[in-house]
């Protein structure tokens, strides 16, 4: 067994790796690799790709799937059975509650998390705004056609599913889609940052619960892999992923409701936007919270060492400052709900699952 004192490896041990097959995955799972590599040269990693229920089915919208786990699920089986001793996951493919003796041991640090808009060759120079009244625009998101459709009503959103290369693909080759809508993190990590024609705000369209960040899922017995991992913590995007997906799981939201979100950190103030809406976009409810972040490394010294915030382990990370970003998610979440947040998604869930 690899042995890690004082963050050194003491002996040599292969590490295998988890990943989705698409390319995105294995370049982000590339990136961690190579991460981990620097920090721990002695340890040699073995990358491991296998498809999920997500990536086989290409023909249904995620939110009718009805699988909280689309992307996770076989990652986690080869997780635990020990055929992989870490994976890596987009953050918002997470679901919010994760299967007994798993943990996220590191959240790395975010890239853009704004979605982007990418255009059909004949539409180059527009933005959404100044697309013609019925353009089409192509998104797998509830989320994002619920708040587009709510600013820029004179577009039609329809579905459109595949990994990254399949819908750019199918945007370039066909007539169908004026544009789509795109997570920029996505784009800018497969170097495509050329084919990005609009960013999108938070006032255009908020994102996704952890959108942008890379996770590290472990077995959470896994003293030595976990401390391996959590030497890729960023503490600004942790507290960030942890107050959003803390605020998503007290709505018991997931990706068949349209819930959104936004995230600053500054001065010591961690700031959180969140926002529930009707499949429409025409009823919504939005809020903003804020709470203090800033603890020494004593302030959180205790016997919590192991404690999970909303699935991530942080030992790097302050407890009461990662319990304060927990809280930040859950009173937003309380506020969103006392004004009527669970009607809405009721709603929302009933009108998409009739659909």
């Not at 959103?157 to 997570?183: C, Q, V």
């Not at 819930?259 to 409810?285: I, N, P, R």
Request: charged content about 25%; overall charge neutral.
């Amino acid at each position: 067994m690899m042995s890690l004192k004082d963050g050194v490896v003491h002996k040599d041990r292969v590490i295998h790796v988890g990943t989705r097959k698409s390319q995105l995955a294995r370049i982000q799972t590339d990136s961690v690799v190579e991460m981990l590599s620097q920090r721990f040269p002695a340890v040699q990693f073995e990358i491991v790709a296998m498809s999920t229920t997500g990536d086989k089915i290409l023909d249904t919208a995620l939110s009718k799937i009805g699988e909280k786990s689309l992307f996770t699920k076989e990652l986690e089986n080869a997780l635990e059975k020990r055929e992989v001793d870490l994976v890596v996951h987009s953050l918002k493919d997470l679901p919010t509650s994760l299967p007994p003796g798993f943990t996220i041991g590191a959240v790395c640090k975010r890239e853009n998390p704004h979605d982007a808009v990418v255009f059909h060759p004949k539409s180059i120079g527009k933005t959404l705004s100044t697309l013609p009244e019925r353009s089409v625009v192509g998104t797998s998101s509830l989320r994002r056609a619920a708040q587009l459709r709510r600013k820029f009503p004179h577009l039609d959103f329809r579905n459109i599913r595949g990994n990254l290369n399949t819908r750019l693909k199918k945007l370039d080759e066909r007539e169908d889609f004026s544009a789509i809508i795109l997570a920029a993190a996505g784009l800018l990590r497969m170097g495509w940052e050329s084919r990005i024609g609009q960013i999108l705000n938070p006032e255009d369209c908020m994102y996704a619960v952890g959108q942008g960040a890379l996770a590290v899922e472990v077995r959470a017995k896994d003293q030595d892999i976990l401390n391996m991992v959590s030497a890729l913590h960023d503490s600004e995007t942790v507290l960030r992923c942890i107050a959003e997906r803390a605020f998503l799981r007290h709505l018991e939201g997931g990706c068949s409701v349209p819930v959104a979100v936004s995230t600053m950190l500054k001065e010591s103030q961690l700031y959180l936007t969140g926002a529930v809406y009707s499949l429409d976009g025409s009823d919504s409810l939005q809020e903003t919270m804020q709470t203090n972040v800033l603890f020494s490394q004593q302030d959180g010294d205790g016997p919590n060492d192991d404690t999970q915030h909303v699935g991530i382990t942080a030992k790097t990370i302050p407890h009461c400052a990662l319990g304060a970003a927990e809280a930040l998610g859950i009173n937003l979440a309380n506020l969103l709900l006392s004004k009527g947040a669970k009607q809405i998604l009721t709603v929302a869930r009933q009108l998409n699952d009739a659909q």
